[in-house]
């Protein structure tokens, strides 16, 4: 198996974009991935899109097809891929990609995640998010997305002692990252006086513990390592990845504190990089809702289960603290185009270990991780890169 690189990134800014299409949003970031690439079209061996719901949110399938066409691709005849999974599809997207180099099939991926979901009403929206869970046992019985991440930070609080100011300092640390940002959705800093008055969406979760719903797009451009250093004095080198699934509905978890996929998902990305949790120093985790984080930062072991709470609000996650966690301001201040965020994730990680990143950047940061969930956790995917000079 071959060494694979991320050799160029690039993203849109994230949010309400009404007057965006899903393929121009497509279109641009990859684009900007190919540009920063320094690759020529030619060059590319295949397409992979990491989408959720097209067809709901903008009634369009095809999607592989659609951004290969509208990117000036299509009388390339490349081969195009689309992957679903829930809010990972656009990290299964980079996993899949991966794999297709270091088997020697291909030299040069494009992959891409996006979703455009402001084109619907905030109900439909919910609904079409609500569709990653459990419908025969959780959905169709009035359990909502917020309700049942909401049921996991109640017994979080039960079990360890969570406090809502802990849970409420994961927003107010994302989105002092996500000022830092110029391409997040929200670049305001909000106290822990805000979140914790904000309108009650699922007790014990207000407003600001949830992530919003977004537009946008990212997109990486992977190669071969040994023909990296042709396009970049800079290559960051994919040393690791791990994905897992669990149990679809809540009920049938072993544990709601503990996402067991994400456990097994780091195990596994961390066993093949040959590294410890406390080789990361940053890192960007699924904070759909403020307890997601929490959760990751433990079933990742950067903190011993139930310490996650305390940890944030201690500052142990802040930038430049002992881990970095969502330097780009995460889902929660980033932004949430479902499709998007596994990938999003990767840029920003990228940005980190080329000492890019700007206002927002980890001193001294060499190794980065990215954690993404579809659903409340059924499906989980980890990546670990690393600085390659």
Known sequence: MRDVAVIGVGETEFGELWDRSFRDLGIEAGLKAIQDAKIASEEIDAVYIGNMSAGKFIDQEHVSALVADYAGLADMHLPTVRVEGGGACGAIALLQARLAIASGMYDIVVVGGAEKMTDVGDVQAAEILSSTADQEWESVFGATFAGLYAMMARRHMHEYGTTREQLASVAVKNHKNGALNPEAQFQKEITLDA?????????????????????????????????????????????????????????????????DATVVAGKRALAEA??????????????????????????????????????????????????????????????????????????????????????????????????????????AVVHIFERGD
């Open 274 to 379: 040959k590294l410890e949790p406390k080789d990361i120093q940053v890192a960007e985790v699924h904070d759909n809702f403020t307890i997601t984080e929490i959760l990751a930062i433990e079933d990742l072991r950067f903190v011993e289960k139930g310490k996650g709470g305390p940890a944030t609000l201690d500052g142990v996650t802040a930038l430049n603290g002992k881990f970095s966690i969502n330097t780009s301001g995460g889902l929660k201040a980033r932004g949430q185009p479902v499709g998007a965020t596994g990938v999003a994730q990767a840029v920003e990680i990228v940005k980190q270990l080329r000492n890019e990143a700007g206002k927002r950047q980890v001193v001294g940061a060499r190794r980065g991780l990215t954690h993404t969930l579809g659903g409340t956790g059924a499906t």
């Open 195 to 259: 979140v914790l008055n904000s309108p009650m969406v699922a007790e014990p979760l207000g407003l600001f513990d949830c992530a919003p719903l977004s537009d946008g797009a990212a997109a990486v451009v992977l190669c071969a390592a040994d023909k990296a250093r042709k396009f970049t004095d800079t290559p960051i080198l994919f040393k690791g990845s791990g994905q897992a699934s669990d149990f679809l509905a809540l009920h049938d978890r072993r544990d709601l504190c503990t996402m």
